[in-house]
């Protein structure tokens, strides 16, 4: 399998290789400020089949709900929001920035205890108030 995405301009391109990890949403509140106000939405892409095919992104550090650091990866000309990294074995790799996001079906929603009451959450769906257990 071969997925490929990119920022709004075409300055950063990347490809996934090999088969997703999972996928989900996150309504944390710095999820909100990094998506404009929406729950992020994410593909989580095995590390080692991620590659940026073309441009050098921007990266912003904040603290993550846990207390770790989480890298926020944009494109520095137009601000499409791409990936973030952190301390797991993928990327989680904004649904926005796919070619073709309508392959994404979210399986997880996480913090819903900092979830606006417009965003909407499946029932049947697995959620957690804050971070699954490890």
Known sequence: ???????????????????????GVCHCRQCQYATGGGPNSVALAPK?????????????VRKSGSGGEVVQVFCGDCGSPLWSEGDFPFHPVKAGSLDD??????????????????????????????NPPR
Not at 48 to 60: D, H, I, L, N, S
Not at 108 to 127: D, F, K, N, V, Y
């Open 48 to 60: 080692a089949g991620f590659t940026v095919t073309k441009g050098e992104p921007r990266r912003y």
């Open 101 to 130: 996001p309508s392959i994404l079906e979210p399986a997880i929603h996480l913090w819903t205890s900092e979830a606006q009451p417009w965003h909407r959450i499946e029932p049947g769906r697995m959620a957690f108030p804050e």
């Open 1 to 23: 399998m071969s997925i490929e995405g990119g920022c709004q301009c075409c300055a950063i391109r990347y490809r996934i290789e090999g088969e997703l990890m999972g996928s």
